[in-house]
């Protein structure tokens, strides 16, 4: 049974998963090198926390888990049942985390990583028992998405892919596993599918990028949200999918390089939200408002979809 | 002003149009060939109705407008300042309508199509007064989707796309002005680039149909609901989108034909929910269950997105 988990790195997704965890009944002892990124998680967890509490989110008899912050990954690493890595997507950055999280656990302990699409077969060879590795891939925001990826790599058991299995659903959460392991998991492909047809609609000129969100957000996020790609199949006919698909796969997107669109703002230093502009320019007042409000519809979509409105 | 609707088809979105224009205090004559279409549509009125007061769309102070089923096109078109074509997508039926259409109406009357994704260039050819005529893409379910695309073709003229946006936004929903005319205009192009992706990891076993639907209706559906797909680039980071980009983009699926996956269902007359089979199999109350969970859903999320709930 898991009932102690490492958080190695703690990131944009660190914070949530902890609180999530946490909340669980697990106790967390996370461990990043920065201390700047310490103090942010520190500053965080409150802020997820409320948002649990506004989903409705108890914690089992037992209470919450502690959440600790441990100095090194040796102290994180202790009498951890569950080790989870999430560290940049740098394949030299995660190996090295590996590699000194090796020595230090037991036989026993399984890693997993949070990568959001590198294939878990590569990472497992720097580990000396990959029968014990595995990647759990996190919705960012972590607290909120109840959805969560479980991919095992060529030589993962297929009890470690359950046990952490059972531990997503012993939270409450949704396990989706994947059959198969491959760049950008499931999650990502269908999303880079999705921003690839888009963002190629707005560099062409066809639409600007507010109403193409608009567009996309209420024809399709709103309608995938209730109602998933295959069911949608099953609800337009398929007989309607394969007329259309006949034709107009052959037009959509396929571009295989980064766009223009976003190599331009790349160069410009213009990256979004961090920075100030990106798609879109904001303010600190914006970016701050915007956060609040899409929090506050991301909970109270969430109780409706899970039938708790 | 545009004051009296004719709508030309009624097929599966027929129904929704008119109770939604009529709520708008529009008045609707509506006519189909087909007898059993327009006693569906009698049927659907009022459930479309209940919806329509699920959602708080209230009536003008002027009250609802009427709506009337027509015994052919010439006493539909009659009077009407917006004629609707709704019927089904095939080019030699649309081009039928507009020949019938065309010597009853005044230079005026503007004539819309709800063509979910042909050119509205190629179509405007079939009529006396192309700069009058103008794509008018409703969303499905189209009461209770407040997005509606507008595509002006080579000749639309911009005084006939502005008044397509006008009277939308008089109805309280929401245009889209498409500044190019392609196929699948762009809910469509945009959803059929998600659709191509995961019905192509679903053929390949990488994952099963439900836990497709699990993961991208909360990792996707639900997430672009809240925040479109430029303002997720803004806050993941272009500089995150550009380092994945570049590798996978080379990797996602770029069929240009049906995938065998449908073609083999298609063969079989597996279509979907009006066949009881389809990507998933469905009984008679199964469908009934899904459809008004659906509804209710849907609704309850629009109040939120709209910040109304």
């Not at 198969?180 to 690839?196: C, H, Q, S, T, W």
Request: net charge negative; aromatic share 4%.
């Amino acid at each position: 049974m898991i009932a102690r988990v490492a958080l190695i790195g703690l990131g944009t997704m660190g914070p949530g998963i902890a609180a999530r965890l946490s909340r669980g009944g697990l106790a967390v002892t996370a461990h990043d090198t920065s201390d700047a990124a310490v103090e942010r998680a520190r500053a965080m967890l409150p802020v997820a926390g409320g948002a649990l509490d506004r989903l409705g989110v108890e914690p089992p008899a037992t209470g919450a888990g502690e959440i600790r912050f441990a100095a090194s990954i040796a102290e994180a690493v202790d009498g951890a049942d569950l080790v989870i890595e999430n560290v940049p997507e740098i394949v030299e950055i995660k190996a090295a985390v590996y590699r000194a999280v090796d020595p230090l656990i037991s036989a026993q302990t399984i890693v997993a990583t949070d990568t959001s699409g590198i294939p878990i077969s590569g990472l497992q060879g720097h580990i000396s028992h990959p029968e014990r590795f595995v990647g759990m891939h996190w919705s960012n925001p972590p607290h909120i998405i109840p959805m969560i990826e479980v991919i095992g790599g060529e030589r993962t058991a297929p009890a470690t892919v359950a046990a952490i299995r059972d531990l997503i659903r012993s939270l409450g959460l949704l396990p989706v596993v994947l059959k198969k392991d491959l760049p950008g998991f499931v999650e990502n492909r269908v999303l880079y599918a999705l921003l690839r047809e888009a963002v190629d609609l707005v560099e062409r000129g066809v639409i600007d990028a507010e109403d193409l969100d608009t567009c996309v957000s209420w024809g399709i996020g709103y309608k995938i949200a209730v109602i998933g790609p295959m069911a949608l199949l099953d609800m337009a006919g398929l007989d309607i999918y394969r007329s259309v698909s006949s034709f107009l796969n052959a037009d959509l997107a396929d571009r295989k390089d980064i766009s223009p669109a976003v190599e331009e703002r790349f160069a410009a230093k213009k990256l979004g939200i961090k920075t100030g502009e990106g798609m879109y320019s904001y303010t600190p007042e914006r970016i701050a408002a915007l956060q609040a409000d899409r929090a506050g519809k991301l909970i109270a979509i969430r109780r409706i979809l899970e039938g708790r409105a």
